[in-house]
């Protein structure tokens, strides 16, 4: 659905973005992860076609976004980290206005009504925006985003400002709307992106330095790849049952930190997945299994090493990362 190919931008002598590749596939959900002024915006901003950029090439849907704009653009829709909202309409009064603007074909009424049924705006369908809470306005602003139907959302920062409840309720949202677009959500913010996107790109210094999911990132930057769990169960018995599981390579006792549970580090042979049985030998036996965690690292751990490693070498890009995937191996 998307594809940027060697994509670099520069202010004067500052290179905002240099040298970025990837493909956004349809249907998926794509995390964009990088600290403060690290060129997210300003990729994002290139992709809908707001920006140009220096060298390079972005495609949507085949179309690319200088040589056939319009083709391009109407496959996408838009959420500035600042949405671009008119204070002095009514919801309803800023809908219609975007949707003439976008010149879309779709039935209007039907078509506005059934997006503001998704993103749950019905009830302030004819108040002034100026009178709306920040989450009501992430709402519309979404909504303004999915006026025409398009393919592809592109969400910049979409929960900044917000609060804990208000966050969650956009996140349910953008999950709902992965299942019918593609969707690429840039954010500063480790957990938005864990808990929403399957797959995670990390951008520092206008480089792309990693490309994968949270899963396959904490696998290979971890060394330590052993599980902890708390079993309500005799120490002796548990833990001769756990050292018999197929893929169990081996089990140490830890102690007791509960009141009639004991704490165990189960260390499985490489690339075993011993969770499941685990689970189902300890069911066998009714010794509830408490708590079961792993020891990898967290994507914040890996995020910092990231950029940490990025920050002290000039020349560190995905092509560092990739080798040293390929070392671990």
Known sequence: MIEVTNLSKRYGNHLAVSDV?????????????????????????ILTGYLS??????????????????????????????????????????????????KVNLPKVPHITEICRLVKIEEVYDRLIKNLSKGYRQRVGIAQALIGNPDVLILDEPTV???????????NLINHLGKTHTVILSSHILSEIQAVCERMIIINKGKLIA?????NLSKDFSEDHSLTARIAGPSKDVLKLLSSI????????????????????????????????VFERLAERNWPLLELKTNELSLEQIFLRLTDASDKDEDFDINNFKSFKEAKR
């Open 21 to 45: 590749s990837f493909t956004v596939k349809d249907g998926e959900i794509l995390g964009f992860l990088g600290p403060n002024g690290a060129g997210k915006s300003t990729i994002m901003n």
């Open 53 to 102: 950029p220096t060298v390079g090439t972005v495609k949507i849907d085949g179309f690319d976004i200088l040589e056939s704009p319009n083709d391009a653009k109407k496959r996408i829709g838009y959420l500035p980290e600042l949405p671009p909202l008119y204070l002095d309409m009514t919801v309803k009064e800023y809908l219609y206005f975007i949707y003439d603007l976008k």
């Open 161 to 171: 400002g917000l609060d804990p409840k208000q966050i969650i309720e956009i996140r």
């Open 211 to 215: 490309d994968d999911t949270a899963e």
């Open 246 to 277: 197929k893929g169990v390579a081996t089990v140490s006792y830890l102690g007791s930190r509960e009141k009639d549970t004991n704490d165990f580090n189960i260390d499985p042979i490489e690339s075993a997945d011993v969770r499941r049985d």
